[in-house]
Each structure stands twice: as structure tokens, then as C-alpha cells.
């Protein structure tokens, strides 16, 4: 039988995760890197492996520029805009977001945000959907020196929480963010917006659902005894 209430944290990835808007990013990168660069990208090579990553690490793998390079920044900064552009009308929580955040909360578990996402991007969900007070740290790309799939945002959350990694469970969209949760040390759970259930687990998920409405089984004894 699984040890009870095992975790005492939880970390959230935001986009994907949270919200369903991954679509929105692979079409504004896919629109900025052909309109300024020439490039057609696929969506499915978008997806796989350039979600969880920064914007100044992907335009760093397309062009090979230094991450510094003013250019890469404009670019950068043009795809989030044009991102909001065409999520916003979309703005919405996946199902089940706010009832699991609230009965967390309840439950005395530490909630945090762990997203790649910057900082305008963050507030623009965050507020826009009123959620910002139900997470007990928020964690930047601007708190950890690399995307995921390093660990370093996780770990950051982590120890903003005071918290053991182990004792912390992810909820992530993407492949590189399931690699990051794993390298941290901590279990993740898959939502399947943009991947397979098959490609999370492989990847070191050892769950995975449709969205945050219904918890397996054990995955809830784990988080609330």
C-alpha cells in the first residue's frame, strides 16, 4: 500500500498545464521565426522540444546566436506578444484548475508556480484569471539560470518552499518539463493537452490525465491521506 499524504508540496507548470494554450505559442513561434528569419518550423518538432524551454534558448538552438544577441531579444519579445494576441480571447483554466488548488490549499499543502514562462506572460494568466493568491511562491524564468529540462526551476520552488525535493510532486504538460521534474528528484504527474500519455510516461511520468478534474486513485491517497 502507498505510504499516505506522502507529499507536502505541489509545483504547477502554468502553460499547458493550467491553461490550454500551447497551440497559441507553437503558432506565434512558428509565425515569428518564418516572418524574421526565414525558418518554417513544424508544430510537432515545436512541441516536442522547445516546450518548457526560454525564448532565448530556442532562438539560441534555431540560429545558433549567443543567447545575448539584441536580436534574439526582439524576436523574443515579438512572439509572446503576438502570443497574447491570439490567446486572449481564449483565456480560460483547464478543467478541475481551481477545484484541485483550493482543496491543496485546504488540505495545508504548499502550492507553487514553476513556469518558463516571463514574467508578462505569468501576470497575463495569473490575473486574468485571478489566481495568483492561491500559489505561496511564484518562480520565474528569471529565478533559475536555465529552462527546463534542467531542474533548476523546481529546484528553485523547492527551496522557496523549504521543502525537500522529494517531498514535491509536479503537474507538467511537456517532455522537457517531465525531464526536469525528474532530474530534480521529484514524481510528476503528465497532462496529456499536447503529448500522448505514452510519450509523459516515457519521458518519467508516472501519471498522467486528461486535465485536473479527477486524481487516480493512489495519486490521491498520496496527496491527501
Known sequence: ME???????????????LVD????????????????LGIDLAAEFVDQE??????????????????????????????????RELYGPHLRLIQGTHELL??????????????????????FVLDGLKLRS???????????????????????????????PSLCLVFEDAVNGILGARAAGMQAVGITTVCSPETLQNAGARWTMPDLAELPEDLERMLFG
Open 3 to 17: 505510504p499516505q499524504a506522502t507529499f507536502r508540496a505541489v509545483l504547477f507548470d502554468m502553460d499547458g498545464t
Open 21 to 36: 494554450n500551447m497551440a497559441f505559442h507553437t503558432r506565434a513561434l512558428i509565425e515569428v521565426t518564418k516572418r524574421r
Open 50 to 83: 522547445f516546450a518548457g524551454r526560454k525564448d532565448l534558448e530556442i532562438f539560441e538552438i534555431i540560429t545558433g546566436r549567443p543567447r545575448q544577441d539584441r536580436a534574439a531579444a526582439g524576436w523574443a519579445a515579438e512572439k509572446e506578444v503576438l502570443y
Open 102 to 123: 483550493t482543496r491543496l490549499r485546504d488540505a495545508g499543502k504548499r502550492v507553487a508556480l514553476a513556469s518558463a514562462a516571463p514574467v508578462e506572460n505569468r501576470a
Open 134 to 164: 492561491m500559489f505561496d511562491q511564484i518562480v520565474g524564468q528569471e529565478d533559475a539560470p536555465r529552462g527546463k529540462p534542467a531542474p533548476d526551476l523546481f529546484l528553485a520552488a523547492a527551496s522557496r518552499l523549504g521543502l525537500e
